[in-house]
């Protein structure tokens, strides 16, 4: 396991592809409201997660920093790794990509269901959400989870939970 920020900052970079020839289509998963669509015009033209400036990531769309959860399954793909970056440099205050990379397999979300009248689980979503990972880029989530277990005591059970339930057989660790 690397333990240094700059290990898992290098192992990010190595795993994710830098651009995309395109915008991902869909780029957000829902059509309800006015965040989904100002977060599709802000991303539609940033095809390399490298040069997006941490300032914005931490407030896109205007000021919510609420892009992460309404982004589709391939496109939170790409641009985790980003707010990955940031986060360990610290350039998040409202941003939380943890939350998003643990929602599902915690405690408080695991198997429970998104609507009471639906089968569907958090879990189930999380697992459909994060299937379109390589396997290296599971394994530099693994790493960058161990380090919020270690060195982050508000996400520390959290990243742990999700750990074991879930990122460590889909990076094919422990």
């Known amino acids: 396991m690397p333990n240094a920020v700059a290990d898992i900052i ?3 970079h190595t795993a994710f592809p830098a651009k995309t020839d395109a915008a991902f289509a869909p780029l957000v998963n829902s059509e309800q409201g006015d965040e ?3 977060i ?3 991303f539609a033209d940033k095809l390399d997660w490298t040069e997006l400036d941490p300032e914005w990531l931490d407030s896109v ?3 919510l920093a609420t892009a992460l959860s309404f982004l589709s399954d391939t496109a939170i793909c790409f641009y985790i790794a980003a707010y990955m970056v940031a986060d360990l440099n610290g350039a998040l205050r ?3 990509p943890i939350y998003h990379l643990t ?5 408080f979300s695991i198997d429970r269901r998104i609507w009471p009248r639906s089968a569907e689980t958090w ?3 999380s697992r459909a959400r994060w299937s379109h990972l390589t396997q290296a880029q599971a394994a530099a989530i693994v790493h960058y989870l161990e380090w919020h277990a270690v060195n982050d005591g508000t996400w520390s059970d959290g990243a742990k939970q999700a ?3 879930f990122w460590y057989d889909r990076a094919s660790i422990g």
Not at 103 to 107: L, P, S, Y
């Open 10 to 12: 290098a192992e990010i």
């Open 61 to 63: 769309p205007q000021g």
């Open 123 to 125: 879990t189930d979503y």
């Open 36 to 38: 989904p669509a100002l």
């Open 163 to 165: 750990l074991s339930a």
């Open 40 to 42: 599709a015009l802000a």
């Open 94 to 96: 409202s941003a939380e």
């Open 103 to 107: 929602h599902g397999f915690t405690k």
